[in-house]
Every structure is written in C-alpha cells, then in structure tokens.
C-alpha cells in the first residue's frame, strides 16, 4: 500500500538503551522528516534529509542521529535512551519543502523508563 | 523562516463557517503559506498551500492579504470532526528548508 509507515507504534525501553525507529514511504519523496513532540506541546523539528546520504540537523536533534542509505528510509536513533526522549515521534515524506504538501506517519509513542 | 502569529484558540458552532486568522508581516515574498492541521492523537494532515492568490481545495479555502502579511484560513461549514490544532507555516525557498510548527490554534467546535 502507498504511503508512509512507522514501527514500531509503541516501544518501552530502559535509560541507556539504544533504540531505533523506523520511517518508510513509498512515494519515492526527496525529503523525509522526524519530529517529537511532547505531551501538550508542538511538534519540534529533529532531522531532516533532502535525498538519500543527505542529512541536516533540525531544532533538537541532540541525542538522536539518523541517516538515509535508500530514498524510502529514513531510520530514526536514540543512542542512549534518556528519560527526557520520551515523546511521540512522528515521520513525514515530502517531494519538496515548498510547494508541496507533506505527509505524516501515525507516530510511534516512545516511553524510556 | 519568517515567524507567524496565530491565536491560542478559537470557539465555532458546527456547520457554522470558522476563519482562522495568522499574520506573518515578515513574510518575503517568495516564502508559501501552508497549513496543518493536527487531530487529537493523530499526525498532522495537509490543509492547503498557497503563495500570493487565494487558493480553494475540497478542505478549505485560503484568502491571503494583498500585502501578504497575513492570512485566513476558512472552513465553510465545521463539523466536530474539524476540532484540531491548526497550524499556519511559512516556507521560504532557500534549500533545504522544512517544515517548523508554532503553537497553533485549538480550534473547538460544539454541536
């Protein structure tokens, strides 16, 4: 099915652990997007890829890192779980930023206890 | 990106029309106004876009100033199903620009 998936959709983890979540869209979209955002609060820019191996650090991307060896994925890294990544992190796929609309996954809901 | 200024919230009667105002006056002239719009617990969802003219599409309308530093969004006639978080974005040319969300406005519509 065309779109954009995430996995897990729920993930518990302990401090310290490295995790990982996935991004797939089948549109073959340039840029790929990760936000968080915490409870009653916005969405927050972490990464953001303009093609594949292309990669650009966003409005919180300390703790995470990513990276994009095909078009279609664009994985998603805590190397070291800290409490304070506990959020819902959303991915989005987009032909480009500016006239184009972007899409959103369902979120994946991360609890680092 | 240049910032925008929207209110916390706003109240509609369903089936009512809603106008969802945001001023940009930064806004440079090659920047695009988009809109989101966030559903409780879901990921946020395309609205419209547009650059200087007013745009229509199946959702919404969207009306731009003729000086471009502000914008509505409106919804002809709400329904319960349009109580979200609307989210109204510059994006500006420069390569490698994304998407960055303010606070919106919390829309709430009563039956």
């Known amino acids: 099915d065309a779109g954009i998936t995430q996995s897990p959709r729920y993930k518990i983890t302990e401090t310290g652990r490295q995790v990982t979540l996935m991004c797939h869209q089948t549109?073959?979209?340039?840029?790929m997007f990760w936000y968080r955002q915490d409870l009653g609060h916005g969405l927050r820019l972490i990464y953001y890829s303009a093609a594949a191996d292309i990669t650009d650090k966003g409005e919180v991307p300390d703790g995470y890192v990513v990276s994009r060896s095909k078009t279609e994925n664009f994985p998603l890294t805590l190397e070291s779980a800290t409490r304070s990544q506990t959020s819902v992190y959303f991915c989005?796929?987009?032909?480009?930023?500016?006239?184009?609309?972007?899409?959103f996954g369902q979120g994946t809901r991360l609890t680092v206890v | 990106d240049a910032k925008t200024t929207q209110p916390n919230s706003m109240e509609s009667n369903e089936e009512e029309p809603v106008h969802l105002p945001c001023n940009h006056s930064t806004i440079s002239g090659t920047d695009y106004i988009h809109w989101y719009r966030q559903l409780p617990s879901q990921g946020p969802e395309y609205v419209i876009h547009?650059?200087?003219s007013n745009v229509n599409n199946r959702m919404a309308s969207l009306a731009i100033a003729e000086d471009r530093k502000s914008s509505t969004l409106i919804l002809h006639r709400a329904t319960l199903r349009d109580a979200a978080v609307y989210y109204c974005i510059l994006i500006g040319n420069q390569a490698g620009t994304a998407l960055i969300f303010g606070k919106g406005t919390t829309l709430s519509v009563s039956s």
């Open positions: 549109w073959s979209h340039s840029y």
């Open positions: 989005a796929s987009s032909e480009n930023t500016q006239n184009t609309e972007a899409f």
């Open positions: 547009g650059l200087t």
